[in-house]
């Protein structure tokens, strides 16, 4: 079993989805784009849109590091391993 601190659980939980995180990228972007948003206000939004952005990068980063893994994982598919004799003819 693992000991996990609590601190480390408590930022999990708070970890948006990467879903959430590109919505709110998506609304602070609109907002940044409104003339009538305050310079100090604008400052606050860049921040979070810089720490979300991160966070997505991030969040694709790993995701595509796992996708390789498994495709590197001893009997997994891969486009060589396809049997093409039993694709569809060409119509």
Do not use: H, W
Request: aromatic letters at 4%.
């Amino acid at each position: 079993m693992s000991i996990i601190k609590k601190e480390d659980r408590m930022a999990q939980k708070e970890r948006p989805s990467f879903e959430d995180a590109l919505n709110k990228l998506e609304s602070i972007v609109k907002k940044l784009e409104d003339p009538d948003v305050t310079l100090e206000e604008s400052i606050g939004l860049y921040e979070e849109g810089m720490k979300l952005s991160k966070y997505c990068s991030e969040t694709l980063e790993n995701a595509v590091l796992k996708i390789e893994k498994i495709n590197q994982s001893p009997g997994t598919n891969t486009d060589a391993d396809i049997d093409t004799e039993s694709e569809s003819p060409d119509l």
